[in-house]
């Protein structure tokens, strides 16, 4: 049964950085790519990030390049998002997301865990 357990969110200011964690059981890790997706209030999922199963390649949405950066450790199972220059816009609930392979950009849909909320408000 896979499970995913995100944590690290919190309450920052605008320009205040944070570092996402993605704890995974269940499945053999190190063989599936995961994404980052979010939800803004009121809005639907959107894809943030994309890492391949040795974290080899990834892909980040437009809006967040040079800002956030996807990683993992495959010793640890652990997914992470290290999010840099936070603005307002970037407050949403985070959700760590399994691929159905080693490798899928731009996933959206696919097990996810409970998420954990950023806000950033000064």
């Known amino acids: 049964q896979v499970q995913l357990v995100e944590s690290g969110g919190g309450l920052v200011q605008p320009g205040d950085s944070l570092r996402l964690s993605c704890t995974a059981s269940g499945f053999s890790f190190s063989e599936y790519g995961m994404s980052w997706v979010r939800q803004a209030p009121g809005k639907g999922l959107e894809w943030v990030a994309s890492?391949?199963?040795?974290?080899?390649?990834?892909a980040v949405v437009d809006f967040v390049k040079g800002r956030f950066t996807i990683s993992r450790d495959n010793i640890k199972d652990t997914l992470y998002l290290q999010m840099n220059n936070l603005n307002p816009e970037d407050t949403a609930e985070y959700y760590c997301v399994k691929a159905p392979n080693w490798w899928t950009t731009r996933l959206v849909n696919g097990p996810r865990g409970q998420g954990t909320r950023v806000t950033v408000s000064a």
């Open positions: 890492i391949s199963n040795g974290g080899g390649t990834t």
